[in-house]
């Protein structure tokens, strides 16, 4: 079974910084797009971040350069380092993947369970 397992969330100061990971892991052949999405509460889920299998990355806006994603190929991790943090980052973090997996045909979207952050004032 594949899993998508995410590490790193907890809390933080307005202006500090945190990184969390993502490690993707059970019968995997390849994956395409590994991705972090976001969702605060009383809000929709949001994407932050997406990689793809070439490195070519796509930020939202409100990251403002502020947040950088990247990829361990040889160990099937993503990187989210999230600096200048504000009180409206606060949110649960989720682990997005789009893969094959051995023995089933096709691509297939998969989530991790999700990581807490939350920014002080």
């Known amino acids: 079974q594949v899993q998508l397992v995410e590490s790193g969330g907890g809390l933080v100061q307005a202006g500090g910084s945190l990184s969390v990971s993502c490690a993707a892991t059970?019968?995997?052949?390849?994956?395409?797009?590994m991705a972090w999405y976001r969702q605060a509460p009383g809000k929709q889920r949001e994407l932050v971040a997406r990689?793809?299998?070439?490195?070519?990355?796509n930020y939202a806006d409100f990251t403002k350069g502020r947040f950088t994603i990247s990829r361990d190929y040889t160990k099937n991790i993503v990187l989210l380092q999230m600096n200048s943090l504000k009180p409206e980052d606060t949110g649960v973090y989720y682990c997005?993947?789009?893969?094959?997996?051995?023995?089933?045909?096709?691509?297939?979207?998969?989530w991790g369970q999700g990581t807490q952050v939350t920014v002080s004032s």
């Open positions: 997005n993947a789009d893969l094959v997996v051995g023995g089933i045909s096709g691509w297939y979207d998969y």
């Open positions: 059970g019968r995997i052949v390849s994956i395409n797009n």
């Open positions: 990689i793809n299998a070439d490195g070519i990355t």
